[in-house]
Antibody
Framework: QVQLQQWGAGLLKPSETLSLTCGVF????????WNWIRQSPEKGLEWIAE???????IYNPSLKSRATISVDTSKNQFSLKLTSVTAADTAVYYC?????????????????WGQGTLVTVSS | EIVLTQSPGTLSLSPGEGATLSCRAS???????LAWYQQKPGQAPRLLMY???NRATGIPDRFSGSGSGTDFTLTISRLEPEDFAVYYC??????????FGQGTKVEMK
């Protein structure tokens, strides 16, 4: 069963770059699309970006100019960088997996999820 | 962008009662692309239902999902103490690729 464990800095100053990494354990790294999602009281759950094992990416247009999702298949990890953070980027950030299509069956939902990382942006 | 609107915002119920949660899409969507999650304080969301009406692995049968088009429903037949949580619907779409409703909190009366 695939499990996700995420890590990264939890306190940033405005204009700094957020950097988070998610490790994938116990399953097929290439069998999923890997995602970052964030949650704040103001915006609720907000999807940020998706990447597959080949490095193909899709971004939320609202964050595309500042977000970069990347993958390291040698370590079964994927990462998120978000530049020029402001207080509005304060949120709990989750990594999540969405199983790739297989034998004509496609998944459109997130399972599993990482444990979440609270990122606070404050001067 | 498809907007998901959940109602009510909060449900105050007692254990043993039934709960009906609504998720309304701003335009017609395929039920294949509609999922529900449960979230408890300090935890990540947990997949409950996928394809609108299919229970995820390990989800008890007191949870059921239904709906089509723009209106989807999550029903909890008899609330257990562990069911008091926040519930979110999610849609897989075009741009942005995924959207979530704002959530319904089921609280103990």
């Amino acid at each position: 069963q695939v499990q996700l464990q995420q890590w990264g800095a939890g306190l940033l100053k405005p204009s700094e770059t957020l950097s988070l990494t998610c490790g994938v354990f116990g399953g097929s790294f290439s069998g999923y699309y890997w995602n970052w999602i964030r949650q704040s009281p103001e915006k609720g759950l907000e999807w940020i970006a998706e990447i597959n094992h080949s490095g193909s990416t899709i971004y939320n247009p609202s964050l595309k100019s500042r977000a970069t999702i990347s993958v390291d298949t040698s370590k079964n990890q994927f990462s998120l960088k978000l530049t020029s953070v402001t207080a509005a980027d304060t949120a709990v950030y989750y990594c999540g997996g969405l199983r790739s299509c297989s034998s004509g069956s496609c998944h459109f939902w997130f399972d599993p999820w990482g444990q979440g990382t609270l990122v606070t942006v404050s001067s | 962008e498809i907007v998901l609107t959940q109602s009510p915002g909060t449900l105050s119920l007692s254990p043993g009662e039934g709960a009906t949660l609504s998720c309304r899409a701003s335009e017609s969507v395929s039920s294949r692309y509609l999922a529900w999650y449960q979230q408890k304080p300090g935890q990540a969301p947990r997949l409950l239902m996928y394809g609108a009406s299919n229970r995820a692995t390990g989800i008890p049968d007191r949870f059921s999902g239904s709906g089509s088009g723009t209106d989807f429903t999550l029903t909890i037949s008899r609330l257990e103490p562990e069911d008091f949580a926040v519930y979110y619907c999610q849609h897989y779409g075009s741009s942005p690729l995924h959207t979530f409703g704002q959530g319904t909190k089921v609280e103990m009366k």
